[in-house]
């Protein structure tokens, strides 16, 4: 028999979402008394709290990005439909879902007895180059928002590392900024669907399956999440000086008539790199690797989303 369960990330938004769980816990006391409700310290704590619901429960996840992805191993291994109450960094999974914004009340009933559709999901399969000889290197990572290679992930890392007291779309210009110091290309040839579409130097070449990253940048204001299709988002060889005139014009959605901008709809990816990239997935560092894969999972997860 399926059951229900409320996970609340207490270090999520920088641990502010530490002081919902009593308003939460009062809540569910008077709204949803059977829901069980926990604060597990740890992803891997979440995880096996997962594992141990019956096939086809329902995870109602108070967090960010981040939350979601660690979890989605576990939720997509018991068939689990998943709900989401944004309270995180970058929240780019909830904006798709019609979900940013709301307070947290009618986010959490959404949660609880809102209707499930299915998305897909994007699966990257790589090798980390930074790890020692005796760890095991081969990885394959769900996501459900992005996965970003070059540029994009350099500044993901250095948003997580950023000042806790800055929080979505300045956290993630302040690392842009920050990271335009230390600037560079990567080498890499892409294919799409077994046809190389580049083989030069790119900033980034990397992959939505949502309409925004970076806390609401709408990176491709086209994509769906339900098309069984991801969108590749690749820039070339850009200057600083360039980098700059192109944030303006990214913050707005009008990059992709950019003649160094190159957004295509793919099912399967690859990329191969002359030196490693640096990695995330939905805003999560990753490591290094010179070879990734990227292939869509059409129809993957079960989530709810706000209806009107």
């Known amino acids: 028999m399926s059951t229900t369960i409320v996970l609340l990330n207490p270090h999520a938004a920088g641990g502010k979402a530490a002081a919902l769980a009593e308003p939460i816990r009062q809540w569910l006391s008077q709204q949803a008394a059977l829901v069980s409700f926990e604060i597990p310290?740890?992803?891997?704590?979440?995880?096996?709290?997962?594992?141990?619901?019956?096939?086809?429960?329902?995870?109602?996840?108070?967090?960010?990005?981040?939350?979601?992805?660690?979890?989605?191993?576990?939720?997509?291994?018991?068939?689990?439909?998943?709900?989401?109450?944004?309270?995180?960094?970058?929240?780019?999974?909830?904006?798709?879902?019609?979900?940013?914004?709301?307070?947290?009340?009618?986010?959490?009933?959404?949660g609880l007895s809102g209707q499930a559709s299915r998305v897909d999901l994007g699966?990257?399969?790589?090798?980390?180059?930074?790890?020692?000889?005796?760890?095991?290197?081969?990885?394959?990572?769900?996501?459900?928002?992005?996965?970003?290679?070059?540029?994009?992930?350099?500044?993901?890392l250095r948003a997580l590392n950023g000042p806790k007291w800055l929080r979505g779309l300045p956290r993630y210009l302040l690392a842009t900024l920050r990271e335009l110091a230390n600037l560079r290309t990567w080498h890499v040839q892409v294919t799409l669907d077994a046809a190389l579409v580049h083989s030069g130097e790119a900033l980034f070449a990397s992959?939505?399956?949502?309409?925004?990253?970076?806390?609401?940048?709408?990176?491709v204001?086209?994509?769906?999440?339900?098309?069984?299709?991801?969108?590749?988002?690749?820039?070339?060889?850009?200057?600083?000086?360039?980098?700059?005139?192109?944030?303006?014009?990214?913050?707005?959605?009008?990059?992709?008539?950019?003649?160094k901008v190159r957004n295509q709809a793919y099912q399967t990816m690859t990329i191969s790199a002359s030196t490693p990239l640096p990695l995330a997935a939905d805003g999560e560092y990753l490591g290094l690797a010179k070879r990734i894969k990227v292939s869509v999972l059409p129809s993957a997860l079960a989530v709810v989303a706000a209806t009107d």
């Open 41 to 110: 310290n740890t992803a891997e704590q979440s995880r096996r709290l997962i594992d141990a619901l019956p096939h086809g429960s329902r995870v109602v996840v108070i967090g960010g990005d981040g939350t979601l992805h660690q979890l989605l191993p576990s939720v997509m291994a018991g068939a689990h439909t998943v709900a989401l109450v944004p309270y995180g960094s970058g929240n780019d999974s909830a904006r798709a879902l019609g979900l940013y914004g709301l307070p947290w009340q009618q986010a959490l009933q959404y």
């Open 123 to 156: 699966l990257a399969e790589f090798e980390l180059d930074d790890l020692p000889a005796t760890t095991i290197k081969a990885k394959s990572v769900p996501f459900i928002s992005s996965f970003t290679t070059g540029f994009d992930s350099s500044i993901g």
């Open 207 to 219: 992959t939505l399956n949502t309409r925004s990253f970076g806390a609401g940048m709408p990176a």
């Open 221 to 259: 204001p086209h994509a769906r999440m339900d098309d069984g299709k991801l969108d590749m988002l690749l820039a070339g060889q850009f200057s600083v000086f360039e980098t700059l005139l192109m944030l303006p014009r990214l913050l707005v959605g009008k990059h992709l008539s950019h003649s």
